[in-house]
Structure formats: C-alpha cells, structure tokens
C-alpha cells in the first residue's frame, strides 16, 4: 500500500498525538518477547522484557516518518528473552500501536540492545521509527 505524502503526515501526526494524549505522565513504550497479537486489545501472554518511559512529546513527524525521541531506558530487565515485539502506551496507559522489535540489523521498528535481553539487566532503546506507507 502507498499514499500521499501528505495522508502518511496527517496519519503520523495523529499517532503521535494519541500517544501523547491522556491523563497520567508520561507514554511507555514495553518491549515483549514472542510474535506481535494479531489485533491490539487482546490478553497479552508474551514475556514482558523492558519498559522505556518515553517524553511527553514522544518524538518528531517528518514526511510520513515518526522518530521517537527522549526517552529513559530500563535499568533492570523484569525478565529475560529474545525482544520479539513493543506496544506503546498512551499517558493514560491506553493501547495505541505494536511494533515489530529486535536488534540492530533486525529491520524492526523498534531497535533494542542487547536484542537477548538478560533478567535484572538494564536494556537501551537504540531507536524507534514508524514508517507511514508513502
């Protein structure tokens, strides 16, 4: 699927303002082990492996393109496993969005390191981009 330039801007402006929407501090990004659920809503059984606090404002838009910025990285892993998927987190703790999540040269929109994340560890959030279909 492709679409304007300007749809995917419009479209990425939107996920970034839900994500910074709501009434609690601050949105959170939890990266998971396993594959992606098919639809968000769903009971979650996958292996929660990180937390990243993200800033108030999330990140920037540029044609389409969402960077994520200012964010705090976990200190001490919850559990350990491979990084399989992230689901972020409105400040009120709403559901907005998956994303595939691994390592550096994985392709994955979320790029964890280490991509094997070791229990009571700390993991670092190396970048976060959502691409719109332009």
Known sequence: MKIRVSLGQTLAQ???????????????????????????????????????????TVGTESNGVITFSGWTNEDSAPDGGDAGWARLLNK?????????AGGSGSGAAVIVSPETVVANEPVNLTSGVIRMPV
Request: charged share 10%; no cysteine.
């Open 14 to 56: 939107a996920v970034l303002a839900d994500l910074a929407s709501g009434a609690g501090t601050d949105p959170v990004m939890e990266i998971y082990t396993g594959n992606m659920p098919a639809s968000l809503g769903n009971t979650i059984t996958d292996t929660l492996l990180a937390t990243f606090v993200l800033s108030s």
């Open 92 to 100: 009120s703790g709403e559901e907005v969005i998956y994303l595939s």
